[in-house]
């Protein structure tokens, strides 16, 4: 299994980021995708997660100006941020657990806020 997230880039806050999370296998053999992000001097921490039905989690930092979603179909997962603070400026990671114990991670995709 392979996770391979993109997207990330140098936003100005305020400004808008969709990531992306593609799998390699079908997603929907996951019981849970989601992203956590990792700043400089910091542990890595939850962002968001979706539920193989749908159902999703955030954490309090997260509510309300980020989306999690997801499209079988193109076996890929999103994080949509919106109005964007410096505080957001980390290195996103997307996470997948599937039914029998495995956790699998991509490789990061760094996000920069600045003006």
């Given at each position: 299994?392979?996770?391979?997230?993109?997207?990330?880039?140098?936003?100005?806050?305020?400004?808008?980021?969709?990531?992306?999370?593609?799998?390699?296998?079908?997603?929907?053999?996951?019981?849970?995708?989601?992203?956590?992000?990792?700043?400089?001097g910091n542990k890595?921490?939850?962002?968001?997660?979706?539920?193989?039905?749908?159902?999703?989690?955030?954490?309090?930092?997260?509510?309300?100006?980020?989306?999690i979603s997801k499209?079988?179909?193109?076996?890929?997962?999103?994080?949509?941020?919106?109005?964007?603070?410096?505080?957001?400026?980390?290195?996103?990671?997307?996470?997948?657990?599937?039914?029998?114990?495995?956790?699998?991670?991509?490789?990061?995709?760094?996000?920069?806020?600045?003006?």
């Open positions: 299994v392979q996770l391979q997230a993109s997207g990330g880039g140098l936003v100005q806050p305020g400004g808008s980021l969709t990531l992306s999370c593609a799998a390699s296998v079908n997603i929907f053999s996951f019981n849970y995708m989601g992203w956590y992000r990792q700043a400089p890595r921490e939850f962002v968001a997660t979706i539920a193989r039905s749908g159902a999703t989690n955030y954490a309090t930092s997260a509510k309300g100006r980020f989306t499209d079988s179909a193109k076996n890929t997962m999103y994080l949509k941020i919106n109005s964007l603070k410096p505080e957001d400026a980390a290195v996103y990671y997307c996470n997948a657990a599937d039914g029998v114990g495995s956790n699998y991670w991509g490789q990061g995709t760094q996000v920069t806020v600045s003006s």
